[in-house]
């Protein structure tokens, strides 16, 4: 049965298979989850902008749940404070999404993701890397992700033996405070050395 009940053989198709390729690992992950928290009602956040049961959430509907919980969020704040147009700005740790929001919450039925198309989705752009991907010197260049330090370990300045990442380039060219910046239970920030660098075979 398609998971997208919407007009486009291909993009519909292409949801499908997107949905049937990510689900099982997701199911898996929540009813872990769900083992650790019996009793416990859990709601997770759609693409769509919307909250679903966890028996309903689905891989079609996990594949940019943070953005859209952020322009969510970030529309309800600008409702109270009497706001009606703002862009948002979301910089996670793998990318950096911008979203409109002029009154409505914008959704879009094509939403290319790392070439498929998906269906029914809040129409968030990715405009930049985020702040965990990892920087990488290949050819004689710098590049940047798409893989991401994740959490844990992190960017290398939190100390837990992390890669090199854009929160650490942003360290060092004094973009980020050490004094300033949260660390939230985690090692404090610290700029990397010359021998730190050197060591990962980085140019100075």
Known sequence: MPSA???????????????????PVLRARIDRLAAQLPGTPLYFMQS???????EDFRGRDAVLPGPAGGIVGAARTAE???ITRII???????????????????????????GIELR?????????????????????RLSVGPDSAGANPGPACYRRGGP???TDA???????????????GLMPAVPLTARWWKKNSLPL
């Not at 919407?6 to 390729?21: E, F, I, K, M, S």
């Not at 979301?90 to 409505?104: C, I, Q, R």
Request: hydrophobic share 45%.
């Open 5 to 23: 009940p919407l007009l486009g053989l291909v993009p519909r198709a292409q949801t499908t298979v997107a949905d049937a390729y990510l689900t």
């Open 48 to 54: 769509g902008g919307g909250l679903a049961k966890a």
């Open 80 to 82: 109270a404070a009497g």
């Open 88 to 114: 948002g700005f979301d910089m996670g740790g793998t990318s950096t999404d911008v979203a409109l929001y002029a009154g409505t919450l914008e959704r879009s039925f094509d939403t290319p993701i790392a």
């Open 120 to 140: 029914a989705m809040m129409n968030i752009h990715t405009v930049a890397a985020g702040g965990g991907s990892i920087l990488h010197f290949e050819s004689g």
């Open 164 to 166: 090199l990442t854009v």
């Open 170 to 184: 942003n360290l060092l060219v004094g973009k980020i405070q050490p004094g300033h910046f949260p660390t939230f």
